[in-house]
């Protein structure tokens, strides 16, 4: 079987350090969901070795057991696990209304798995093979993204009738509060804080994911499932809208104020 990481630690070496968390003195920790012993062996190696604390699951009951038994600051899951797939163990944790950031991991040409674990509130996916070292850098992403606490000061941003609360992750709109996945949260507030701007999916591939690459159906499917929570109509968005040939455009405070006035008419 050919070996789904592209490197692996020298025997005796160790995985590379990339180190960008060594001034945290609390280890953040890391749930690795994978039934290829030797891909999560690596995987938490990896992580170990760069100042995340790891633990390891051969399959989704254990991994929901583990899951529940500790919250971990993230979730590293494989979508095709033997029995109960990595899909329903990611629809339970979003049923919880759970925001712990997940990485996917799917194999090749497996795109029906990543649009679906998408819309099921995935912040993130490698297609494996894949690097171990990206890995550790998308989940160091993901984890200094949890890093925020309330009482760090950071203040709401209102854009007309939607409210975003940084320091709890919180959005609503006219005093609806909607509850959102990690990465929903980010793009929403990306765009509030660039009222009226338009951006393409490249740009926010690189600006809210921190990719130099990557397939723009994640953007699209995150798009969507904001529509799904925040549109009157999710297909005639108003508030969200697509700037054909462009990108995506969230109205300004005026602009929301009024598309929210017309549709309760």
């Known amino acids: 079987m050919t070996d789904p990481l592209r490197t692996a630690p020298q025997a005796g070496s160790g995985p590379p350090h990339i180190g960008t968390r060594a001034s945290v003195t609390t280890m953040p920790s890391v ?3 994978d039934d290829e012993e030797l891909v999560a062996r690596s995987v938490a190696a990896y992580l170990e070795a760069d100042g995340v604390r790891s633990r390891v699951a ?3 009951r254990e991994g929901e057991r583990l899951w529940r038994e500790t919250r971990p600051d993230a979730v590293v899951l494989d979508v095709r696990l033997p029995g109960v797939s990595g899909l329903d163990l990611l629809r339970r944790m979003r049923s919880d209304a759970d925001r712990t950031p997940v990485v996917l991991l799917s194999g090749l040409g497996s795109v029906d798995d990543r649009i679906v674990g998408l819309e099921l509130g995935a912040d993130d ?4 093979p894949f690097s171990p070292r990206e890995l550790v850098l998308r989940v160091h992403a993901l984890l200094r993204r949890g890093d925020i606490h309330p009482g760090d000061g950071l203040r ?21 509060e909607q509850v959102l996945a990690p990465r929903e949260f980010d793009l929403l507030l990306f765009l509030a804080q ?3 701007a338009t951006f393409g999916t490249r740009e926010l591939l690189r600006r809210v ?3 130099d690459f990557g397939d723009d159906s994640t953007v699209v499917v995150h798009v969507r499932r904001l529509r799904r929570k925040f549109e009157p109509d999710p297909s ?3 508030l969200l809208t697509t700037v054909r040939g462009t990108g995506y455009r969230l109205g300004t405070a005026d602009e929301l104020t009024a598309s929210l006035a017309e549709a309760s008419r």
Do not use: F, I, M, N
């Not at 996916?125 to 494996?128: A, E, F, G, N």
């Open 194 to 196: 660039h009222a009226g």
């Open 209 to 211: 994911w921190g990719w």
């Open 236 to 238: 005639e968005p108003t």
């Open 31 to 33: 749930l690795v969901v």
């Open 156 to 176: 709401p941003v209102t854009v007309g009738p939607l409210t975003l609360e940084p320091s709890t992750r919180s959005a609503s709109l006219a005093g609806s």
């Open 58 to 60: 051969g399959d989704a």
């Open 125 to 128: 996916y490698l297609t494996k």
